[in-house]
């Protein structure tokens, strides 16, 4: 009798409408580069993002370990933190009250999402920060503090796990878990020995109570399934992209169709369509060029986190480049829309050379798109004194975002007929 293979996962209807709250989170903080943007201000999105982010992945890896034991309340009440982090955003450097919520909702949301995932008995280890909550700390400390120590202290907490996430693999937390329990083993069984000699000598002998008996067992170490994350990262890119189609459309329906604003207009749809291409069908993890197992876990999810940040941002660049597409674009704009397409292709070279791709396929993919990139950052138009029109500028992003979609059609176009010359001899 032959096994069946297992039925592949996908996400359930509970986790999809928890992804629901992505849609709001990145629409607010896309808002936060409308106006400018400044140094703050991209400073504050950054920060903003990667707290909401880092939210959401823990909750995704719940669903993730816990399959069809994940609790629907957890999921709602987790959702309803999130949606308070999400609408605190706008004035959240300004306001003490939206401030305090949205830090208070986040440390209450993340302490949920570790007890939830941390069973009795079970370690998570394809996601640190779910044990190691020191990055906790200075959020706590942060509820008592005001004005821009405050953003100062989540900067701290949320580097602080950025290292842990970076630094601590696999195997790392499975080193530490046997550690750990080594030593709780140890002193259970030194317990034991004191309470046998205790016994021999006429005296009653104390028992360990659970919590000892919990330490002779060791814990179970559970990873994640990586068909199922690879899934949940993909859809959260997948909304992202959305939001970038929502900014647009709003920008093209409140102004006047001229030729202009249709080719900004379109320009801006095919720039995201290609970096759909890019991430979702020439990749794996929602992540361009990579491949499914080329990177794992605690580096996978980092990266995640950088290139989702970055087509964030370009969502709300190409908003603004559709409501301006009769003139220039204004520098900051432009420089962001340069500086987030050259993040998406560098993203884009790291995860190549993950996969296996040589210097050569990767340089060649991705060099003459950075130098087109770095056009929009410099902005001299020919032809408009004050910088590159929109319509210009939108046209270099789509050229710059098309070209290792492109380059990889042409390479794996070339190199299937010669794997299949190779098969036929």
Known sequence: MVDEPAA??????????????????????????????????????????LAFWSVWVMFTMYGNVAQDRARTLVVIVAMFGMAVMAAAVPGVRESDEKAFAFALAYVVVRTIASRAANRPGQVV????????????????????????????????????????????SRAGMQEAVDEH???????????????????????????????????????????????????RLGLFVLIVLGEGLVQSVDAAGEAEWNGSVRIVAVGAFAILV????????????????????????????????????????????LGRAVADADSALPGPARMLLGAVVAL??????VCARAAGRGWGWTAGAVLPALVVAGLLIVGQGPTVSEGLGTGQAVVLAAFAVGWPVAWRARRDAQASPMRTSTQDH
């Not at 120590?149 to 701290?156: E, F, K, S, T």
């Not at 998406?344 to 070279?349: C, E, W, Y």
């Open 8 to 49: 592949e996962r996908h996400a359930s209807w509970l986790e999809l409408f928890f992804d629901l709250i992505v849609v709001a989170g990145v629409g607010q903080l896309a808002h936060l580069l409308h106006t400018g943007p400044t140094w703050a201000a991209l400073g504050e999105y950054g920060l903003l993002f």
């Open 125 to 168: 280890v394809d996601l640190p920060i779910l044990q190691l909550s020191g990055g906790l700390v200075p959020w706590i400390v942060s509820l008592w503090v005001h004005g821009d120590g405050r953003l100062w202290l989540w900067a701290l907490g949320l580097a602080i796990d950025v290292f842990v996430m970076v630094r601590v």
């Open 181 to 231: 329990w080594d030593q709780a083993r140890e002193r259970v069984q030194r317990r034991l020995e004191q309470e046998e000699r205790r016994a021999d000598a006429g005296r009653p002998a104390r028992d360990i109570g659970e919590r000892g008996r919990r330490a002779l067992q060791k814990p179970e170490l559970v990873t994640a399934d990586l068909a199922h994350l690879s899934e």
């Open 274 to 317: 290609l970096v759909w291409a890019l991430a979702l069908l020439g990749g794996a993890h929602g992540l361009p060029l990579l491949a499914p197992e080329a990177l794992p876990v605690h580096l996978v999810l980092p990266l995640h986190c950088l290139f989702a940040g970055a087509v964030a941002a370009l969502a709300a660049v």
């Open 344 to 349: 998406i292709l560098v993203t884009a070279a």
